[in-house]
């Protein structure tokens, strides 16, 4: 099943960020989009986004929790 797949990659790397989970897995972003949102509700994996300003894009990055946390998304 693709979101174990996508749990285990993601536990292996510790973190990675969402393009190389789109290019690994050859998805789109608003077919990755929903696959992680019920990840991160089961409490193992956390989302970051950077903001660099308006002259970068946008970097997001999934993380892996060992341990169950509250669901969460970081902004910095």
Known sequence: MILTDLLNY???K????E???LAHFHLHK?????M????IKHGHI??????RGDK???QVF???QATEMIAMTCIV
């Open 19 to 21: 393009s190389a989970l």
């Open 10 to 12: 993601i536990k292996s």
């Open 36 to 39: 992680m949102d019920v990840l």
């Open 62 to 64: 999934y993380r892996w």
């Open 56 to 58: 970068l894009p946008t």
């Open 30 to 34: 608003s077919g990755l989009a929903p």
């Open 14 to 17: 510790q973190r990675v960020e």
């Open 46 to 51: 956390q989302k970051t986004i950077h903001q």
